[in-house]
């Protein structure tokens, strides 16, 4: 499905599957995704704030640049399976939390050392102890 800079504002979209799908630019302020499957989904730069993220399946998905400030229940240990850097908006609970720190760094380290061939997302990086 491609949704590339969709308008999703205040969407109800607890629970939908949009494995594989591609999201970019897309405007999810406020959308309710509780439960959503959004496994290797492209979310670049996609607005997320204020957004409900409760449950939902991150597991190889870009949120390179996204925007996720003030989101509502995202976990450090969805983001530790999802494509993150430097230029992805967290909310200000997960900044500085050591797993995130930890995934940060993983994928910083996965995107100078990959390849054209190479999955699209560093493996998820385990808890720090």
């Known amino acids: 499905m491609f949704l590339t800079s ?3 504002r205040r969407a109800d979209l607890r629970g939908v599957d949009f494995r594989g799908s591609i999201l970019n630019y897309a405007d999810l302020c406020l959308a309710w995704l509780s439960e959503a499957r959004l496994d290797d989904v492209g979310l670049f730069a ?7 993220l409760d449950g939902t399946a991150l597991v190889a998905t870009d949120l390179r640049a ?3 400030r003030e ?3 995202l976990t450090p240990l969805q983001l530790s399976m999802a494509a993150i850097d430097a230029t992805t908006q967290l909310p ?3 900044r500085e939390d050591s797993w995130v ?9 996965w995107d100078e050392a990959r390849t054209e061939e190479a999955e699209t997302c560093a493996p998820p990086t385990p808890k720090p102890s």
Do not use: N, Q, V
């Open 66 to 68: 996204a925007d996720l």
């Open 101 to 109: 720190t930890a995934r940060l760094a993983a994928c910083a380290r």
């Open 71 to 73: 989101s509502h229940g």
């Open 92 to 94: 200000d609970a997960l």
């Open 6 to 8: 969709a308008d999703l």
């Open 46 to 52: 996609a607005d997320l704030r204020g957004a409900r």
